[in-house]
């Protein structure tokens, strides 16, 4: 005769009950545990590499991460991406720059010559008129110029010299990957500007024009009614190592 399993009990039936209610409980906070470990080391890593990159900016910056989350980063060291966006860069002696860039596959692993790597990256600089006035007038003969207007017709930067008395026309333009600004015209009174103010004046936009991180290099430039644009790019670029003896940043220790 065949026998038939038996029903479970009414005592086992809340036991069963009891110990699924345990799981989910636990899965749950282990759940919370993880989103909130995520969020906390976010912010604070976005906040260390904002740190890091305003002292090579020159300014503050914003921060932003891919969406892999940060805790599996630490586990392969390995960024998508970030994104950096500053609104007063200053490269070289360049004031005021407004900047946009991206920094794609990042790899942390350091060892003692390299701090990681990036496979690319790419930036999109805003440059005002503003912006050009106020790097001029840092400069010993930055009194001289009294103003700064730009021809997006011709592709040139205008200074106004000793008033309206004379003027400094300059025009940038890009040579494998590299910003040179040649002089097109400099008059005062149907006469030449003294060569220091001219030399100078070039010499200083070209540097700011010519000083970015990451090893990036000119793509484009343009003249626009109120300054001018620039658009970078870089390749494989690696990082410098850290420091002989030197403690992780605290917040990024987390990804070194």
Not at 44 to 55: H, P, R, T
């Amino acid at each position: 005769m065949a026998s038939t399993a038996s029903a479970p009990t009414a005592s086992a039936r809340p036991k069963r009950s009891r110990a699924l209610i345990v799981i989910v409980v636990v899965i749950v906070a282990l759940a919370a545990v993880l989103i909130g470990g995520e969020f906390y080391v976010r912010n604070n890593v976005k906040q260390c590499m904002a740190d890091q990159f305003e002292s090579q900016l020159g300014s503050q910056v914003d921060v932003g991460l891919s969406a892999k989350p940060v805790l599996l980063q630490a586990i392969d060291k390995n960024v998508p991406h970030i994104t950096i966006d500053s609104d007063d860069s200053s490269f070289g002696p360049a004031k005021d720059m407004k900047v946009h860039a991206r920094v794609d596959d990042i790899d942390l692993t350091s060892s003692d010559t390299s701090g990681g790597t990036i496979g690319s990256s790419s930036a999109d600089i805003d440059w005002s008129s503003d912006g050009i006035a106020a790097t001029i007038a840092a400069q010993p003969f930055g009194t001289l110029v009294t103003g700064v207007t730009t021809d997006p017709t011709a592709g040139t930067i205008r200074f106004a010299v000793l008033g309206n008395l004379a003027e400094l026309t300059v025009q940038p333009t890009i040579s494998n990957g590299v910003v040179n600004v040649e002089t097109v015209g400099a008059e005062l009174f149907g006469l030449g500007l003294p060569t220091d103010l001219v030399s100078g004046v070039v010499d200083i936009l070209t540097s700011s024009l010519q000083t970015f991180p990451l090893g990036m290099t000119a793509q484009s430039l343009t003249v626009t009614d109120t300054g001018l644009q620039l658009s970078l790019s870089g390749g494989a670029f690696t990082l410098p190592a850290p420091e002989p003896g030197a403690q992780p940043v605290e917040g990024c220790s987390v990804l070194i």
